[in-house]
């Protein structure tokens, strides 16, 4: 399961979220600002409320867009 934390004004927010969805990868959407169990969950993962921060099976996290990472974790 891949999830993206993210913000409504982000552009990094919405790199990551292209980038997946022209990988084919699917994700569940958790914006911090609508969320405050969302917000919670950002900052217990990645100790702050920089975002995105993308998950992958609840463990294993990426901060920004660093495609390199990302591509690591998601086995691209």
Known sequence: ???VYSITQCPWCDKVKKYLKSKGVEY???NIENSEEDLAECKR???DTIVPVTTVNGKDYVVSFDKAKLD???GL
Do not use: F, Q, R, T
Request: glycine share 8%.
């Open 1 to 3: 399961m891949v999830k």
């Open 28 to 30: 569940e959407e958790h």
């Open 45 to 47: 993962i990645s100790g």
């Open 72 to 74: 690591a974790l998601l």
